[in-house]
C-alpha cells in the first residue's frame, strides 16, 4: 500500500526529474528578464533604437548570460519591430503564458519587450518652461516596480 502511494506521489509530481527540469526553465527566464533589461537599458541610454548586440557600455554595465547555462544554446535576441523585440531561449517544458507573465510568446519560448515612449520633446526656444511642483515621493510599499524583467542576433520575422 506504501509503495503504491509513494508510485502514484511520483506520477502525480512528475518526481524529481520534472523539478529540476523546471527550475532550469525557472533560471532560462530569469536569464531572458535580465537581457530584456538589458536591452531597455540599452535602447534608452543612446540613440532610442534596438540595439544591435547586447553587451555591456559604461550606461549599461550588467553583465548578463548570453547563453543558456545547461545546453549552450545561445539565447535569442529577435528584432520584431522597430520598438519591439522577442529575448528567446530553448524550454524543456511547454510555457503557458499565467505562469511567468502576459508578454510571452508561448509558441517560441519568447519573452517579447517593447521600448517606452519617447520622452516629450524640449520646449521651443523663446518659451518659458511651465512651473514644476514637486510631488512628495510615494512610500516603498506604494512605489511602482520600474524593473524590465534578455545573444544570437537573429533578423526580423513576420
Same mark, same amino acid.
Given at each position: 500500500m506504501t509503495a503504491l502511494s509513494v508510485g502514484g506521489a511520483l506520477v502525480f509530481t512528475g518526481g524529481p526529474m520534472t523539478g529540476r527540469s523546471e527550475r532550469r526553465d525557472e533560471t532560462r527566464m530569469n536569464d531572458l528578464r535580465r537581457l530584456s533589461s538589458q536591452v531597455q537599458c540599452l535602447a534608452t541610454n543612446g540613440p532610442r533604437r534596438l540595439p544591435s548586440e547586447l553587451a555591456p557600455t559604461p550606461a549599461c554595465p550588467s553583465e548578463v548570460r548570453l547563453a543558456d547555462p545547461y545546453t549552450a544554446a545561445a539565447y535569442r535576441f529577435e528584432p520584431v519591430e522597430p520598438d519591439s523585440y522577442r529575448v528567446c531561449a530553448d524550454f524543456e517544458h511547454p510555457l503557458k503564458a499565467d505562469d511567468w507573465?502576459?508578454? @510571452?510568446?508561448?509558441?517560441?519560448?519568447?519573452?517579447?519587450?517593447? @521600448?517606452?515612449? $519617447? #520622452? #516629450? $520633446?524640449? @520646449?521651443?526656444?523663446?518659451?518659458?518652461?511651465?512651473?514644476?511642483?514637486?510631488? $512628495?515621493?510615494?512610500? #516603498?510599499?506604494?512605489?511602482?516596480?520600474?524593473?524590465?524583467?534578455?545573444?544570437?542576433?537573429? #533578423?526580423?520575422?513576420?
Open positions: 507573465q502576459s508578454d @510571452l510568446d508561448v509558441a517560441r519560448g519568447c519573452l517579447v519587450g517593447h @521600448l517606452p515612449p $519617447p #520622452p #516629450p $520633446p524640449d @520646449l521651443p526656444t523663446g518659451r518659458a518652461p511651465q512651473e514644476q511642483t514637486t510631488e $512628495p515621493k510615494a512610500a #516603498p510599499d506604494q512605489a511602482e516596480d520600474t524593473e524590465q524583467v534578455p545573444v544570437q542576433v537573429v #533578423p526580423a520575422q513576420p
